[in-house]
């Protein structure tokens, strides 16, 4: 017979390895790499550091006054003068029958229907979880295609501009798929 | 075959290392998440709302739908906190006020052409199709006492920790048990040995000593047979283990590192519903999907500067919420205080979790565009996450996988069409998938 003493050392060690074994594994640090100067190239990655530049990022931003190709200039202020200006006379572009709403519906529903409701009443589910509030209906408010437009492109007190996850196209798409939504 | 003793002692060694083993699969079973309380509408807030009348409940609401974008009512937004207004002014310079500040501004008003100074130059939206008893009613709202939240909080947080806390505690207390269950039986075992020696003493029988029987590792030994069974178990099973070593090392599934700010996928896509687009809005047109620059933040954040009392969890506590907020603005150098840029702005270090190797071409808009693939098919059920981590291997093998197994996106591409009837006629199938499309050609992953 096994003495007691030596089967609780047995236990112990057992105890011991599987401690250590299961332990080991840490998820919070990348694991190891065969070959890591095959898999990291030596040019500099998106959002990679790089003492290259002043501000130590790789990322820089255009040098000003740059514009995109296809840029269109878009002439109304960031004012409140602006916002009525676009509201009086700004016109869309797009030829109202060539829109496809089912892709400008889906983009409404992905950037806006958060707050203002996939229906436009502005109950949105931030709005009913009483997480943002005072988003209006689009049925209350005198808006036109043109400041629709205007609010998607510097936004509107507290809401936020939707440039630089919507282009412009797609910004004229959304305001035609709110005027819809307000007229039903 | 010789019997050779102590079968007993090695037996036992078997159950405990099994009951070891046991318990430890149960502890990694019980570190998986728990399912995180859905965060119920402010039950709190409800209780806050005293009820004194029926005006500052109606109140309530008008102020939530047309005053609530600019103005809270104990901090500053847009406008000035309103709690307390009605003290501070006239009525009927409440009323012109509200119906149409910019004429009252035009006309001179004194306090009211401070209050536009003093506020920016910021204005205030007119209200003409607000009645002076809906102003009442608002009004009533703002003059209602601040809640005293020492007296809801705790209850409400109390209850919520219990309720949530449950889960962890009776897998705690099980865990506990075991493992007090275990020592007793390991005492037991020992006190039963040492009476039955002494019985056996007392009864005079001779206790089977040491030399009676052969060491075990000695018979063992000598048993050829056993030897040359038990060594090749063995390779097999370093080999097994080796091979399996070796296959994950630069697979970086469940990596999970901890980031600048402790931004939650749970709270944001899971509870508040935000499509997953709305940050990785390149996803949709470009390779990367991005992560969102902090300006998107600031489109919710100039707003939310703090977490509801709902939202905390047994693991992080609402202050712990509302510091992570703190650093973001921190970031994008936003004083809460003023509501206006510093300017004074530093980067969010995210730490990259998802990285394939350099010589691997992969293109996010050709998947959840052009194949209409689900982002949690490849991420997991990211919805869920309160920490993001890598789902998927993001090996070769998985994406080859997944290409074998696919159907490419026929109809609304007709763009493909082309290629689509000619590829199905050749392979003679309706649904092509997208390895029959060419997914598995090493020219398009690798370049």
């Given at each position: 017979m096994i003495s007691p003493m030596k089967s609780i050392y047995n236990i112990a060690l057992l105890v011991c390895t599987a401690v250590l074994v299961s332990s080991c594994h840490d998820t919070s640090k990348p694991n190891y790499q065969y070959m890591p100067n095959m898999y990291e190239s030596a040019g500099y990655e998106t959002y990679s550091e790089s003492k290259a530049f002043k501000n130590g990022k790789e990322g820089q931003l255009p040098v000003e006054g740059t514009i995109n190709r296809g840029y269109e200039v878009y002439e109304y202020p960031n004012t409140t003068a602006g916002l009525e200006a676009a509201r009086a006379s700004l016109q869309s572009p797009l030829d109202p029958a060539s829109i496809d709403m089912d892709k400008a519906k889906e983009l409404y529903d992905v950037y806006c229907g958060i707050c203002h409701g996939t229906a436009g009443d502005g109950k949105g589910k931030l709005v009913t979880q009483g997480k943002f509030l005072g988003v209006p209906s689009y049925k209350d408010r005198p808006i036109t295609i043109g400041s629709v437009f205007h609010v998607e492109t510097y936004g509107l007190n507290s809401m936020g501009s939707y440039a630089n996850q919507l282009n412009t196209h797609e910004r004229w798409m959304v305001a035609a798929y709110v005027m819809k939504l307000k007229s039903e | 075959m010789k019997k050779v003793g102590n079968h007993h002692s090695i037996s036992r060694i078997c159950v405990f290392s099994l009951a070891i083993l046991l318990t430890f699969s149960l502890t990694s079973i019980a570190q998986n998440p728990a399912p995180a309380p859905a965060s119920t509408t402010a039950p709190a807030a409800d209780a806050a709302a005293p009820a004194a009348g029926g005006d500052a409940a109606k109140g309530k609401e008008l102020f939530n739908t047309n005053c609530a974008a600019c103005h809270k009512l104990d901090a500053k937004s847009t406008g000035p906190a309103l709690r307390g207004v009605a003290s501070r002014r006239d009525k009927a310079w409440l009323y012109k006020w509200i119906h149409n500040s910019s004429e009252l501004i035009k006309s001179g008003d004194a306090t009211a052409v401070k209050l536009f100074a003093e506020n920016n130059n910021a204005v205030m939206t007119a209200f003409p199709q607000l009645s002076e008893a809906d102003i009442d009613n608002i009004l009533a709202y703002t003059s209602e006492p601040k809640a005293e939240p020492a007296k809801v909080l705790p209850a409400a947080g109390a209850s919520a920790g219990a309720e949530s806390n449950g889960e962890g505690v009776s897998n705690n207390l099980i865990l506990f048990a075991l493992a007090v269950v275990m020592l007793m039986l390991v005492v037991m075992l020992v006190l039963v040995n040492r009476v039955l020696t002494k019985i056996a003493k007392a009864n005079g029988v001779e206790v089977s000593t040491k030399e009676a029987s052969m060491p075990i590792w000695k018979a063992f030994a000598r048993n050829q047979f056993l030897v040359l069974v038990a060594s090749i178990f063995l390779l097999l099973a370093s080999g097994y283990y080796v091979y399996g070593y070796l296959m994950q090392i630069g697979v970086d599934q469940d990596y999970e590192p901890i980031q600048p700010i402790h931004y939650s996928h749970r709270i944001h896509a899971g509870s508040n519903g935000i499509d997953c687009k709305y940050c990785h809005s390149a996803a949709r047109v470009s390779k990367n999907a991005g992560i969102p620059s902090l300006n998107i933040c600031m489109n919710c954040h100039k707003n939310i500067s703090e977490v509801s009392d709902t939202t905390a969890t047994p693991d992080h506590s609402k202050a712990f919420y509302d510091g992570e907020i703190k650093k973001l603005y921190a970031a994008v150098g936003w004083d809460q205080s003023t509501q206006?840029?510093?300017?004074k702005t530093q980067p969010v270090k995210w730490v990259r979790i998802h990285n394939l190797p350099d010589y691997v071409y992969f293109n996010h808009s050709q998947h959840v565009t052009v194949a209409g693939v689900e982002c949690q098919t490849c991420h997991g059920p990211v919805q869920t996450y309160e920490v993001m981590k890598q789902f998927a291997p993001l090996t070769m093998g998985w994406c080859i996988n997944c290409h074998r197994e696919t159907d490419v996106k026929m109809e609304g591409n007709e763009y493909y069409t082309k290629i689509h009837e000619e590829l199905s006629k050749k392979y003679g199938v309706d649904k092509l998938t997208a390895a029959q499309m060419g997914g598995l050609e090493c020219g398009k992953c690798h370049y």
């Open positions: - | 206006k840029y510093t300017g």
